[in-house]
């Protein structure tokens, strides 16, 4: 897919992360302040259903994906404390390069993460 995508590999459990919330903000700093752009949840391979953003939508800037990550892992059945280690896990990212697509995973467990630029 072009534009924007992601997918959530839980590391815990050694699957999929199905049903995590994903929300995507163009950062536009200033009094202009943070705009959401969209708002979904993972299918149960981890995936969106669809891009984030269409390649025909980006723009030049700075963006944010927020993963509402301890909802999941406590629907998952796992016992966090409260407040979770991890809540929501926020990557901020420059897109620079329009027409390029930009495939964003996420490696996740209860109390550590990584990601990195895809294909």
Same mark, same amino acid.
């Given at each position: #897919?072009?534009g924007?995508?992601?997918?959530?590999?839980?590391?815990?459990?050694?699957?999929?992360?199905?049903?995590?919330?994903?929300?995507?903000?163009?950062?536009?700093?200033?009094?202009?302040?943070d705009?959401?752009l969209?708002?979904?949840?993972?299918?149960?391979?981890?995936?969106?259903?669809?891009?984030?953003?269409?390649?025909?939508? #980006?723009?030049?800037?700075?963006y944010?994906?927020?993963?509402?990550?301890?909802?999941?892992?406590?629907?998952?059945? #796992?016992?966090?404390?409260?407040?979770?280690?991890?809540?929501?896990?926020?990557?901020?990212?420059?897109?620079?390069e329009?027409?390029?697509?930009?495939?964003?995973?996420?490696?996740?467990?209860?109390?550590?993460?990584?990601?990195?630029?895809?294909?």
């Amino acid at each position: #897919m072009s534009g924007l995508t992601t997918h959530i590999l839980d590391t815990a459990r050694g699957c999929p992360a199905g049903g995590v919330a994903i929300r995507l903000y163009a950062c536009g700093g200033g009094a202009q302040g943070d705009a959401l752009l969209s708002e979904t949840r993972t299918t149960e391979d981890g995936r969106c259903a669809a891009p984030l953003l269409e390649s025909v939508d #980006m723009k030049i800037g700075r963006y944010r994906l927020e993963f509402d990550v301890a909802d999941y892992f406590r629907a998952a059945g #796992m016992d966090l404390p409260d407040p979770a280690f991890l809540d929501v896990v926020t990557i901020s990212f420059g897109v620079a390069e329009l027409g390029s697509s930009y495939h964003i995973p996420l490696l996740l467990s209860p109390y550590g993460y990584s990601t990195y630029r895809g294909s």
